[in-house]
C-alpha cells in the first residue's frame, strides 16, 4: 500500500484530494490529509476509510516528522515560503515531494542530496506554474522535432470572473489570494522583443499593456510578469529574440487600477496609524495635494490627466469615495486598500470563476514562418470546484497518479518540462475537459 500525504487542505486541495481519492481503493493507496485545523481535513475527507485527517502544528518539529514519516509522497500546498521546511523533512526522511509553487533557491541548494537518495522532488506543477509550463513544451518540442526554430513566444494567464459573473464595472473580484492581486507586478518586468531587452518599472506596468483576445469570452488586457527572461533557459530556448510571460485582466481593469498605483495606494513598504474617525475619502485624499477647495475627483483628475469621468466612477463604485470610516485604522496602504477591496470584490455564492491562458508562439520553417495560437478557457462549477482549485489541483494529482503508477520514472529536482512528465499529464487534464484550442497561421 502507497501513502500519500497532503499538507495543507485550503481551496486549492479540492480536485487535489478527490481526485486521489477515488481510486484509493482500487490502486491500495490511502491519503492522509494534515491541516492547522482538523476540522477543515475532516471536512475534506467526507467520511473516505480510507483517509486519515490530522492536525498538524508546522513548529512541532517531532510531531511534524512523525507525520511526514508516515507517507511514501508527500504534496505541500502550504504557502510557498513553507515548503522549504517540509522538503527537508522529506529528504531526511526518504520521501518524494510535489508543489505547485515554483521552485526555490532553497530546493535548488537540496537538488544534489535528492538525487543521490534516487528522490522525485517535482515542483511548478500546478497552473502557473504549470499548465504553462507543460503546454508550451509540448508545442515548442513539436516544432522542433519538424526541425523548425521557435523564433517568438509570448505567454499569458489570468485568474478571472466567467462573464455571467461579471456583475461591478471592474468585472473582477477577488478568486485567489487578496493581498497577491494588490501587490501584484511590483518590482521591475523584464523580458526581451525583437532581440531588444526591455524593462518596465512598477510605475509604468499597468500602461505597457497589450489586448489578448479568446474566441469565446472576449478581450483581455496583458501586462508583463516581473521576469520573463529565465524562461528562455527553462524552455531550452537560450537564443530566442522574443519572450514575454504576462497576467490577464478584463479589458479595462489595468487602466483604472493605475489609479492606485500612481497614487501610492499599493505601496507596502511602510506603515500608516491614522486616528480613529479616518474615512474612506480621507485615506484616498491622503495621497493627493492639499487645496481647500477642489474635490478629491477633481485632484485625481488634474494629477492624472488621463483619469476618465468613466475611472472615477468605477473607483466611486467601490466605497473607497464614501465618507465613512476606514474598516482598517493601521497597516500599509497596500493592505488598508485590500479590506476596502475584499468588502466590494467578494464572490457571491452563485459566481464562477475563470482561467485563461493564451501561448502566441512564432515559428520559422524552411517553407516560411507562421505562428501558433494556443488558448485555454476553464470555468469554475461553484465556489467549492473554482477553475483555480482545478488547474491548481488537477495537475498535481495526475502527476503523483502516474508516478505511483510508474509512469513517470524521472528522479532528482524536477519540474514538468521534459515529455515523459507533461505529456501523460496533459492528456489526463484533456480527459477532465482542461484543453487547449490550438489555431495555425503561415505568414
Given at each position: 500500500m502507497h501513502t500519500i500525504l497532503i499538507i495543507g487542505t485550503g481551496k486549492s486541495s479540492t480536485y487535489l484530494i478527490d481526485y486521489l481519492a477515488k481510486t484509493t481503493v482500487e490502486k491500495n493507496r490511502k491519503l492522509i490529509l494534515a491541516d492547522l485545523s482538523k476540522d477543515l481535513a475532516i471536512q475534506k475527507a467526507k467520511n473516505n476509510p480510507q483517509i486519515v485527517a490530522l492536525a498538524i502544528d508546522l513548529n512541532n518539529i517531532s510531531e511534524r516528522k512523525k507525520i511526514v514519516a508516515q507517507a511514501d509522497i508527500v504534496i505541500s500546498m502550504l504557502p510557498a515560503f513553507l515548503h522549504p521546511l517540509i522538503a527537508e523533512d522529506c529528504l531526511e526522511l526518504?520521501?518524494?515531494?510535489?508543489?505547485?509553487?515554483?521552485?526555490?533557491?532553497?530546493?535548488?541548494?537540496?537538488?544534489?542530496?535528492?538525487?543521490?537518495?534516487d528522490l522525485l522532488f517535482l515542483n511548478e506543477c500546478g497552473l502557473d506554474p504549470g499548465i504553462d509550463h507543460m503546454s508550451a513544451m509540448k508545442i515548442i518540442h513539436q516544432?522542433?522535432?519538424?526541425?523548425?526554430?521557435?523564433?517568438?513566444?509570448?505567454?499569458?494567464?489570468?485568474?478571472?470572473?466567467?462573464?455571467?459573473?461579471?456583475?461591478?464595472?471592474?468585472?473582477?473580484?477577488?478568486?485567489?489570494?487578496?493581498?497577491?492581486?494588490?501587490?501584484?507586478?511590483?518590482?521591475?518586468?523584464?523580458?526581451?522583443?525583437?532581440?531588444?531587452?526591455?524593462?518596465?518599472?512598477?510605475?509604468?506596468?499597468?500602461?505597457?499593456?497589450?489586448?489578448?483576445?479568446?474566441?469565446?469570452?472576449?478581450?483581455?488586457?496583458?501586462?508583463?510578469?516581473?521576469?520573463?527572461?529565465?524562461?528562455?533557459?527553462?524552455?531550452?530556448?537560450?537564443?530566442?529574440?522574443?519572450?514575454?510571460?504576462?497576467?490577464?485582466?478584463?479589458?479595462?481593469?489595468?487602466?483604472?487600477?493605475?489609479?492606485?498605483?500612481?497614487?501610492?495606494?499599493?505601496?507596502?513598504?511602510?506603515?500608516?496609524?491614522?486616528?480613529?474617525?479616518?474615512?474612506?475619502?480621507?485615506?484616498?485624499?491622503?495621497?493627493?495635494?492639499?487645496?481647500?477647495?477642489?474635490?478629491?475627483?477633481?485632484?485625481?483628475?488634474?494629477?492624472?490627466?488621463?483619469?476618465?469621468?468613466?475611472?472615477?466612477?468605477?473607483?466611486?463604485?467601490?466605497g473607497i469615495l464614501d465618507e465613512e470610516e476606514l474598516p482598517k485604522l493601521k497597516g500599509s496602504p497596500a493592505a488598508i486598500l485590500q479590506v476596502i477591496l475584499e468588502d466590494k470584490w467578494s464572490l457571491k455564492p452563485s459566481d464562477k470563476d475563470m482561467i485563461v491562458m493564451q501561448h502566441l508562439v512564432e515559428i520559422?520553417?524552411?517553407?516560411?514562418?507562421?505562428?501558433?495560437?494556443?488558448?485555454?478557457?476553464?470555468?469554475?462549477?461553484?465556489?467549492?470546484?473554482?477553475a483555480m482549485a482545478k488547474t491548481v489541483g488537477l495537475p498535481l494529482a495526475i502527476a503523483v497518479d502516474l508516478f505511483l503508477d510508474g509512469k513517470i520514472t524521472s528522479r532528482g529536482l524536477q519540474i514538468p518540462t521534459v515529455p515523459e512528465i507533461y505529456q501523460p499529464i496533459l492528456d489526463t487534464l484533456e480527459q477532465e475537459d482542461i484543453i487547449f484550442k490550438e489555431q495555425e497561421i503561415r505568414k
Open positions: 526518504g520521501k518524494h515531494f510535489f508543489t505547485a509553487s515554483y521552485e526555490s533557491e532553497q530546493l535548488r541548494s537540496l537538488s544534489n542530496q535528492i538525487k543521490e537518495k516544432e522542433q522535432a519538424k526541425g523548425n526554430e521557435i523564433i517568438g513566444f509570448k505567454s499569458f494567464t489570468g485568474g478571472v470572473l466567467a462573464p455571467e459573473s461579471e456583475d461591478n464595472p471592474w468585472k473582477y473580484k477577488f478568486t485567489w489570494n487578496p493581498r497577491n492581486v494588490v501587490l501584484a507586478g511590483q518590482g521591475v518586468s523584464r523580458f526581451i522583443r525583437n532581440g531588444k531587452y526591455k524593462y518596465v518599472p512598477y510605475h509604468m506596468l499597468f500602461k505597457r499593456l497589450e489586448t489578448i483576445s479568446f474566441e469565446d469570452v472576449g478581450d483581455f488586457d496583458a501586462y508583463p510578469n516581473r521576469d520573463s527572461l529565465s524562461y528562455r533557459k527553462i524552455y531550452g530556448l537560450d537564443n530566442i529574440p522574443t519572450m514575454l510571460r504576462g497576467t490577464l485582466r478584463r479589458a479595462g481593469f489595468c487602466q483604472s487600477w493605475d489609479v492606485f498605483v500612481q497614487l501610492g495606494m499599493t505601496d507596502d513598504s511602510f506603515e500608516m496609524d491614522l486616528p480613529a474617525g479616518f474615512t474612506k475619502r480621507m485615506f484616498v485624499n491622503s495621497f493627493l495635494p492639499y487645496h481647500d477647495e477642489k474635490s478629491i475627483e477633481t485632484k485625481i483628475m488634474e494629477l492624472l490627466p488621463w483619469v476618465t469621468e468613466e475611472i472615477i466612477a468605477k473607483i466611486a463604485w467601490l520559422k520553417t524552411p517553407i516560411g514562418n507562421k505562428s501558433i495560437k494556443s488558448s485555454l478557457v476553464c470555468k469554475g462549477e461553484n465556489q467549492t470546484y473554482t
